[in-house]
């Protein structure tokens, strides 16, 4: 960047600012919504709650089918991002 295009965006400066930070947010969220990790997690303590009857059959069924759905997601979704 020039100076003199440096002098005449200055005044743009705080919007670029907010507009990084925007990126960066949102980079992060999405990094952490496509993890796999917590929906693993999340399978495991559900399988653990039927076998403690913490949940009986249908409930299981239901909220597993649900986390697979969620897998199946992030793994697309990953396919779909690799060059």
Known sequence: MG???GILTL???PLRT???AA???QAAAEAQYY???PVRQA???LERALLEGRVDEDE???REDE???RLDEITARRRALRP
Do not use: I
């Open 3 to 5: 100076l003199l295009t």
């Open 11 to 13: 005044p743009l400066a």
């Open 18 to 20: 907010t507009l990084w």
């Open 23 to 25: 990126e960066q947010l």
């Open 35 to 37: 993890d796999p990790a």
């Open 43 to 45: 399978l495991v303590d």
């Open 60 to 62: 299981y069924d239901r």
């Open 67 to 69: 986390l697979l759905d």
